[in-house]
């Protein structure tokens, strides 16, 4: 009985471990820290301000939904959305410029489903852990058929409910939010809305994230969380991350920069680091 209740502790630990690891897709956090709403009201404004002055009619923004102690390698950032220059409609009914958020959120309640939910930036805010954003704008070319598939019947198409938190990009199987950005940025450079030419060309060209995680945690984390699937990969766990979209981007020259942004120095760094 003691092995027993030993080993059960062990697994709780891992799994518990694992869960802190991967979460930050959800549309909302209860373990986010409480940032007053004057705050995510202030950071979500200065966002704002820095993509409407460099004329960014689209944008990729990536938050931080866990600290960053707690982060695989190579992992930065848990959940990334298009922002959309878009003429919103006040409460009291006044048109007004802003931008629309265009997410994949992991529902709250069933962890292994997905929904597409549009939003605003004070929305997308309130699920981090910390007021520190990195922002992608394409460039103009790019940017102009971004806008035209995500208000296009694609957008919707191209989604899969089926979430996983490590989804590989190079099959539908499950998708994550980034798979999903994606999934839309190669739809916009190849025109297309076939899911099977988005992932040969994905496979051809996107370099994606190794999952710098145990096996033994992961191989548990399938068997308990409905979040964490294996049998969509067929060798080492990869998956999209906001990092690999930016590289894939500057290394196509599809990018006019990468911008980091925290609310301990508004000011926007070029840099990942």
Aim: with cysteine.
């Amino acid at each position: 009985m003691k092995t027993l209740k030993a080993t059960l502790l062990i697994i709780v630990c891992l799994l518990s471990s694992l869960s802190i690891s991967m979460a930050g897709s959800a549309q909302y956090s209860n373990d986010a820290p409480n940032f007053t709403p004057e705050e995510i009201v202030h950071f979500s404004k200065t966002i704002e301000k820095i993509l409407a002055e460099r004329k960014a009619a689209v944008a990729i923004v990536g938050r931080i939904g866990r600290p960053q102690r707690e982060l695989p390698k190579g992992i930065r950032f848990t959940h990334t959305a298009f922002w959309v220059y878009s003429r919103i409609q006040t409460p009291e009914g006044k048109i007004v410029p802003g931008y629309s958020v265009y997410n994949l959120y992991q529902r709250g309640d069933q962890p292994d489903r997905s929904d597409l939910i549009q939003d605003f930036p004070v929305d997308f805010m309130l699920g981090v852990y910390d007021l520190k954003v990195g922002i992608i704008v394409p460039n103009k070319t790019l940017q102009k058929r971004l806008i035209d598939v995500i208000y296009s019947a694609t957008y919707q198409s191209l989604h899969n409910p089926d979430y996983s938190a490590i989804a590989s990009p190079y099959n539908n199987q499950y998708q994550n939010c980034t798979e999903f950005v994606i999934n839309i940025i190669f739809a916009s450079i190849y025109k297309t809305n076939n899911m099977q030419d988005i992932k040969s060309s994905v496979k051809a060209w996107f370099v994606p994230q190794r999952v710098d995680v145990s096996r033994l945690k992961l191989a548990l984390g399938s068997l308990f969380m409905p979040d964490i699937k294996l049998d969509d990969h067929h060798d080492k766990p990869v998956t999209a991350t906001f990092s690999t979209i930016v590289e894939f981007l500057e290394d196509e020259n599809l990018s006019e920069g990468l911008l980091i942004v925290s609310n301990d120095d508004p000011l926007p760094k070029f840099s990942l680091e």
